[in-house]
């Protein structure tokens, strides 16, 4: 499902070139749920930004089925990321002048699919809001905030779901609950989950870890490699 | 600090609302600097020239020959005097004819400045005193009329006369400012040859006289007490009459125009002040932990915003004198006056104004960052201190009323000012809130139309300021260039084809006859001869009258000048009686009939009984009633008819108004050649000078709205600067979620479009309101529904709107979608 080969990141910073990631290399079949793991600064929201495309890698490549994401321009990749790619971010991410119903409509209507509505309604009433669908953003608490992020993110019922650090500006008990409903979502849709944290307890409840520091793959980590 | 508010505005010289706030304080100091230029040039003029337009230090002027005595007066006081005469006659030549203004004078003309004849090689020669007897100077304009060239020979009443010069300045032509017809200047001598001057006849007779200033004003004490009715003495150039009043309100209209822009720009840079606070209120905090004093912080960003009100300042002066001189050629026919030299003053000013919408509209957002905590330097998440109502609005406010007092000048304009820009705003601001509120109704398809939606629906403060800004700027616009010119065709449509197009005047009772047999026996209708007397009102119900009684300015003109008054068996059937009796002069007692408008003007109401002054003899009668008259037919009618008798017969003369088609213009010239006192007045002519006046003053305050839609366009980019953070984030969700560049930028331009067509359609319908307003209360002209403006307006908003938010946002389109942070 994703198939990342030699992914390095190089920046020019006043000091000279600086190399956030080397290396990287790791395949994740469908329907797997890998945690990448790593300090503040290891480049863990580098890497995931470049395995969802959002931005580019300075070596290697990086692969979704069979769409070499690093040889495609930011509408090629976009358009990869509206079909087969979900998000849920630290964040949360929410467009502010739209509703929590219509946030989880937009990527349905990217697409195109005419059920846009009735779909999001659905999603919603699956994260418990269905009280909440004609409220804006600014009108929800973190953790519901959080909930529209999921429901969008898998909205378009993709194949891929990233997530970076889900909980991080949730408290503990809200943030258990949003990581049981992701994982709940996950499995009944069958899709591979790649989830960023430092938190190790919940990089646990996935299938694989990867360990980042300072830009690289610990070795440990790389053992598990398939 | 001075030193670090350089170093900041150097880095920051490129970022969005810096560029904003210059460009709004250029626009808006650049509107205001080209019209006050251009006025500051006018009124020099008027005043260093002041002697020299009037013809002398001190001038009477009179309708009937001036006595003696008064020549041997001032002849004893030791001043200059110069007599003229001036009255209306027509020119021909060949088979061509023009109607021209006739000036006659003697040997000592002129008193006060020169007159320059066009000599060889279009070098101008400076020549003095009058014509010889034979020969005539003209206006080049004549010439081009008749279509010759000088040294042709021109036919004035009885005389004969060779064009030996053509006019290039006219020292005394100041006055009047519109030139109707061009200006011959021929030597008094020949008049009384020419035989043009009859009784009756409307000849402006003038003693121009000039001298010491003590011995100037020992005369005037002299002749003052010796004036008799109509008679006028004066020191200064006539300011209060129509052309002057024109001026005036012309002056006034480019002030009004050139000030809407001013305020939008104002607005322009109160939002860019505003975000340029917001988006210091890190940096501000970092400077507090480092230890900088509140005061310091403070001291510094306006510091910065100081030296950029000065240099937007200094370069929107600059570009309002290019300006203004692109004023000065479009109005050049229109004011026929050669301009001195800009003084400092509307610089100054300016300069001044400049500096303090800076500082009225700039700095009150800037206090804010004097607020900011430097916990803030751990939280940025801290809400922006907050600043009172008082302290962001009042400043404006202030600044506002003091720029207008500055310009204008008079309390009751610039409350006219603020009351008519308020409630333009108001029309905006209300019906934008509605079609947004409709706008909220719709289901948006797709994901574009919801976000073009929901971009203004939910952002609708900023959506309501855009459209209302934007909106100023066309509806002037739109009301100037497409109003204005349908009303002029809809005067024009409304005057029937075979209205009369020429004005006989100046006919003598024993002319009448002649004059009809001669059209008839040329197979044209025999047309009406009415008489015509002047007189003076000089009571109304044994009450003197005088320009004191009156407040309206035409008013008080009417009353100092002579009524055409006329006497008729039978009323025409075109102006029926609104209020009174029937006409029935026959019963034999004294009655006046008079036009319902000039009544309510001076006062007049049914049965008061008025008193004229014709020929020094006192006529008295009662208005019988009220008479409504439709000017715009063109034909003859009079303020005030009274029942024969009243008025005596050996002061008329006549005037009629006939229908002639182009093609029989050689029988007129055969009139005027028979009868040379006659004097015809081709009423086509006339309208079109008229209407390229007015297309010319419309031209050049289009000019001056330029500014004032650049202006609204500022507001709009400051608008949008103000969402602009917001808009980026969305924008990178979106394409975090998949959507391409391509959508975005549909997104944005259906947002824009959007907006230009609410703008576009409120301003077309404020244009029209305003325009039917116009036709239907002040010109009583049918103006149609029908029409371009409903089809440019919203075409020119949504064109517009959408080319300039597509500038502002391109950020938007082209941001990336990694996320920071």
């Known amino acids: ?226 | 600090m001075f030193r670090q508010a350089l170093r900041l505005l150097r880095r920051e010289a490129l970022s969005g609302e810096l560029r904003l706030l210059l460009a709004a304080l250029i626009i808006g100091v650049a509107s205001l600097a080209s019209v006050s230029f251009y006025t500051d040039r006018l009124a020099a003029a008027l005043d260093q020239r002041k002697a020299e337009w009037l013809g002398g230090d001190l001038v009477v002027s009179a309708n009937q020959p001036l006595p003696d005595r008064w020549r041997e007066q001032a002849e004893q006081s030791g001043v200059e005097q110069s007599s003229q005469m001036t009255f209306r006659s027509v020119v021909v030549s060949g088979e061509q004819m023009a109607l021209s203004e006739v000036k006659a004078v003697d040997a000592a003309y002129p008193l006060r400045g020169t007159l320059s004849l066009v000599g060889e090689g279009d070098q101008p020669r400076v020549v003095a005193g009058a014509p010889p007897p034979g020969e005539v100077w003209v206006e080049a304009m004549l010439l081009h009329k008749l279509g010759i060239e000088q040294g042709a020979t021109l036919q004035l009443g009885r005389v004969e006369l060779v064009v030996s010069g053509v006019i290039h300045n006219e020292p005394d032509r100041g006055t009047n400012f519109i030139n109707m017809a061009p200006r011959i200047i021929v030597n008094e001598q020949i008049i009384l040859a020419s035989e043009l001057i009859q009784p009756g006849s409307r000849v402006n007779y003038q003693l121009s006289l000039a001298g010491a200033s003590s011995a100037i004003a020992a005369l005037q004490r002299t002749l003052e007490p010796q004036l008799r009715n109509g008679d006028r003495l004066t020191t200064e150039p006539d300011r209060d009459s129509a052309t002057g009043t024109a001026l005036e309100r012309g002056q006034r209209f480019l002030q009004l125009v050139s000030m809407v822009g001013f305020v939008l720009a104002a607005v322009a840079v109160g939002m860019s002040a505003h975000r340029y606070a917001l988006r210091h209120l890190e940096s501000s905090a970092i400077y507090r932990c480092l230890g900088a004093s509140a005061r310091w912080v403070l001291g510094l960003y306006t510091t910065q915003l100081l030296l950029l009100g000065l240099l937007g300042s200094v370069v929107g002066v600059l570009l309002g004198y290019l300006a203004q001189l692109v004023l000065e050629q479009l109005l050049l026919n229109v004011f026929a006056v050669t301009l001195p030299a800009a003084t400092f003053t509307p610089l100054l000013l300016s300069l001044l104004a400049g500096l303090l919408i800076t500082i009225g509209f700039g700095l009150p957002p800037l206090y804010r960052l004097r607020e900011v905590r430097p916990v803030r330097i751990l939280r940025a998440d801290l809400p922006a201190p907050q600043l009172s109502a008082w302290l962001l609005y009042l400043p404006p406010l202030l600044t506002i009323v003091l720029l207008l007092l500055l310009q204008g000048g008079e309390l009751l304009l610039t409350a006219l000012v603020i009351a008519g820009v308020a409630l333009t705003m108001l029309f905006l601001v209300a019906g934008a809130l509605l079609l947004i509120h409709l706008a909220r109704r719709i289901e948006p398809r797709g994901v574009v139309m919801r976000f073009a939606l929901t971009g203004m629906t939910r952002r609708s403060t900023i959506a309501v300021l855009q459209i209302a800004a934007v909106g100023t700027g066309l509806m002037v616009l739109l009301l100037l260039s497409v109003v204005s010119r349908e009303l002029l065709q809809s005067w024009d449509e409304g005057i029937p084809d075979d209205a009369p197009n020429l004005f006989m005047i100046n006919v003598q009772q024993a002319q009448v006859a002649g004059i009809s047999d001669f059209l008839a026996a040329r197979g044209q209708r025999q047309p009406r001869f009415y008489p015509m007397v002047r007189g003076r009102l000089i009571a109304i119900n044994d009450q003197p009258v005088s320009a004191e009684n009156y407040r309206a300015d035409r008013a008080r003109r009417l009353v100092q000048r002579e009524f055409n008054l006329s006497w008729t068996e039978s009323l025409q059937a075109s102006s029926p009686i609104v209020s009174g009796e029937p006409w029935r002069p026959a019963s034999g007692e004294a009655i006046w009939s008079v036009e319902q408008g000039i009544a309510e003007e001076l006062g007049i109401r049914l049965n008061d009984r008025l008193t004229y002054e014709i020929a020094g003899q006192p006529v008295e009668g009662r208005v019988a009633n009220l008479r409504l008259v439709d000017w715009d037919t063109f034909q003859v009618n009079f303020f005030v008819i009274a029942a024969p008798g009243m008025l005596d017969p050996h002061q008329a003369t006549y005037i009629s108004a006939f229908h002639l088609d182009s093609a029989q213009q050689p029988l007129l010239v055969e009139l005027v050649r028979n009868h040379p006192n006659l004097t015809t007045i081709d009423v086509a002519a006339l309208l079109q000078q008229i209407r390229d006046i007015i297309l010319q003053v419309t031209r050049s305050v289009e000019f001056v709205s330029l500014f004032t839609l650049a202006a609204g366009f500022l507001v709009l980019f400051a608008a949008v600067q103000t969402s602009m953070d917001e808009r980026l984030r969305e924008s990178r969700i979106l394409r975090v979620l998949g959507a391409s560049r391509r959508e975005i930028l549909r997104a944005l331009t259906t947002e824009f479009a959007l907006l230009g067509l609410i703008a576009g359609t409120l301003a077309a319908l404020g244009a029209w309101l305003v325009g039917y307003l116009l036709a239907d209360q002040l010109f009583r002209l049918d103006y149609q529904l029908a029409s371009w403006l409903w089809l440019i307006g919203p075409l020119a908003g949504v064109v517009g709107m959408t080319a300039a938010g597509i500038w502002a946002t391109r950020r938007v389109v082209a941001v990336s979608p990694m996320m920071k942070g």
Not at chain 1, 135 to 147: K, Y
Not at chain 1, 164 to 178: F, R, V, W
Not at chain 1, 181 to 208: I, K, M, P, S, Y
Not at chain 1, 219 to 226: D, L, R, S, V
Request: charged fraction near 20%; charge should be negative; aromatic fraction near 4%.
């Open chain 1, 1 to 226: 499902m994703l198939e990342v080969q030699g992914v390095g990141k190089r920046v020019v910073s006043p000091e000279g070139p600086l190399d956030i990631l080397v290396d990287i290399s790791f395949t994740v079949q469908a329907g797997e749920s890998l945690a990448i793991l790593g300090a503040s600064g290891a480049g863990k929201s580098t890497l995931l930004g470049i395995l969802a495309g959002l931005d580019e890698p300075t070596h290697g490549g990086v692969w979704i089925g069979d769409q070499p994401l690093h040889q495609l321009d930011e509408d090629g990749r976009a358009a990869v990321r509206r079909t087969q790619v979900g998000f849920v971010f630290q964040s949360f991410n929410l467009i502010l002048s739209l509703t929590a119903l219509e946030n989880v409509m937009v990527p349905l209507e990217l697409q195109g699919v005419a059920q846009a509505r009735q779909r999001s309604e659905e999603l919603l009433y699956r994260v418990g809001l269905e009280r909440r669908l004609h409220h804006t953003p600014n009108h929800l608490s973190g953790g519901e905030q959080q909930r529209v992020a999921i429901a969008r993110a898998f909205a378009a019922s993709p194949r891929l779901l990233f997530a970076d650090e889900p909980t991080g500006n949730l408290d503990s008990a809200t943030g258990q609950k949003i990581i049981d409903l992701l994982f709940a979502l996950n499995r009944d849709q069958g899709a591979t989950l790649v989830l960023v944290t430092h938190d190790v307890e919940l990089a646990a409840r996935c299938g694989r870890r990867l360990q980042i520091e300072q830009g690289r793959m610990l070795p440990f980590a790389a053992e598990e490699q398939n």
